[in-house]
């Protein structure tokens, strides 16, 4: 946790794209597509409360089922409709808590940080060579 509270993530931002975003195994992407869709088609008209509802039998049932950007759809489509049902599904939260530390290492790894860091090792060396 950073010195300015945890860093606030979303399923839908670049970096949970990098992460979670790869395709699933070519036999069995097309499967994973039409539950997807299925999914999506059943949740297009429900309600916040409804969502939340049924979120820990979507976690178990469906969320473990699915590879890399299929399962980043599912975690968008709860995000974007019932962002609290997320806290009752144990996967996509595993999954947010990733999300979350690799947000804190992406900023380690920022171009400003690893100038300063780069920066620091050389000062460090030069007082070595000194001392």
Sequence with gaps: MSAEGP???????????????S?????????EV???QRFVDEVASATSLQIFKIAPYV???LV????????????????TRS?????????????REHLRRSA???KILSPQAL??????LQADAKHRKGA
């Design 64 to 79: 473990p089922h699915l590879s890399g950007r299929n399962r980043l759809a599912v975690a968008k489509l709860i995000e």
């Design 23 to 31: 395709a699933a195994d070519p036999t069995r992407e097309r499967q």
């Design 7 to 21: 860093i606030q993530v979303s399923f839908q931002s670049e970096l949970a794209n990098v992460l979670f975003g």
């Design 104 to 106: 804190e290492f992406a």
């Design 59 to 61: 976690d178990a049932m």
């Design 34 to 36: 039409e539950l997807v």
């Design 83 to 95: 962002p609290a049902a997320i806290e009752n599904m144990p996967n996509l939260r595993r999954q």
């Design 115 to 120: 100038e300063l860091m780069i920066a620091a």
